[in-house]
């Protein structure tokens, strides 16, 4: 049964919010050398319980629409396939979900108390947007949108509970992890464009049609990289911080691999899986060029 819940929470994708918080972290520390470890400890309790929210509720809800039985369902897409199959009850997965909601919402709450309007603020949006992620916000093709703002309220949230403040320099690092992640759910939206767009989901690709929302893929890594290089050309952050550079590549590979594939399901879960890769790499590396501080 735990493995069961271990695939609805959807665990290795956490990591998008392990490195988000990471990146806060490690950019204050080139700042200071110093880090708080209860408050640390803290936050990342909290922003795995809101990412757990906030998958487990997309599962139900894409359930309950009937999109994952649309679908076909890859190791990067269409859904977990837990409910499809019977594994769980909807409403286990839904108590479930409001329940990680409740105690990610319940930490963020001390953090309200102990650094006050902008952690509430940051929070609020979290607890809004987590709820109506699988209903409104992608119904109204804002999943992206979200996506890339809530990476970057992680390394902003994170950053302003260790300093007290929020600077131009981590505003560049969660623009630049927030795009990171908004392209893994990007190429992920592909092969399931035709079940979101029979039960009135709008993502990205909807919008704008497969073959012209293949180009869109390069602006996701633009904008991360631009924000890091402006980071490092205004000396906000370390030399070291273009080691995410490394991962170009990959990020190559995966782009002429969509260009080529979009249309077939099976030919492209190498490449989505590639730009997860990328995306993962990439925010690591950067982590590691706030802790190398060159």
């Not at 290795?12 to 708080?36: C, M, Y």
């Not at 992640?181 to 029979?198: E, G, M, R, T, Y």
Request: a positive charge; proline letters at 2%.
């Amino acid at each position: 049964m735990l493995s069961v819940w271990l695939r609805v929470i959807r665990v290795r994708f956490l990591l998008a919010s392990v490195i988000a918080v990471s990146v806060g972290l490690s950019l204050h520390w080139w700042q200071t050398s110093t880090i708080e470890i209860f408050d640390s400890i803290l936050i990342f309790a909290g922003v795995m319980a809101l990412h757990a929210s906030v998958d487990l509720l997309n599962d139900f809800w894409d359930f309950k629409r009937g999109i994952d039985t649309k679908t076909k369902r890859t190791k990067m897409s269409g859904g977990t396939g837990v409910l499809p199959e019977g594994l769980l009850k909807p409403s286990s997965v839904y108590r479930a979900g409001v329940a990680f909601l409740i105690i990610g919402s319940a930490i963020g709450a001390y953090f309200v108390f102990t650094d006050g309007i902008i952690i509430a603020v940051i929070l609020g949006f979290a607890i809004l947007s987590i709820y109506f992620y699988s209903t409104k916000i992608v119904d109204s093709g804002m999943g992206e949108f979200f996506v890339a703002v809530k990476g970057s309220m992680i390394v902003l949230g994170t950053f302003f509970i260790q300093s007290g403040s929020i600077t131009f320099e981590a505003i560049l690092a969660g623009i630049a992890v927030g795009s990171l992640s908004s392209l893994v759910l990007f190429i992920a939206s592909f092969p399931d464009h035709d079940a979101d767009k029979s039960k009135g989901r709008k993502t990205l690709v909807i919008a704008l049609g497969k073959e012209k929302a293949v180009n869109v893929f390069w602006v996701f890594p633009l904008v991360s990289y631009l924000a890091i290089s402006v980071g490092v050309i205004t000396e906000l952050f370390p030399l070291s911080s273009l080691i995410v550079f490394a991962g170009i590549s990959l990020m190559v590979k995966s782009g002429l691999g969509l260009k080529k594939n979009f249309d077939s399901v099976d030919s492209l879960v190498p490449f989505m899986s590639s730009t997860l890769l990328f995306s993962r790499i990439s925010g690591s590396l950067l982590v590691i060029g706030f802790l190398v501080g060159l």
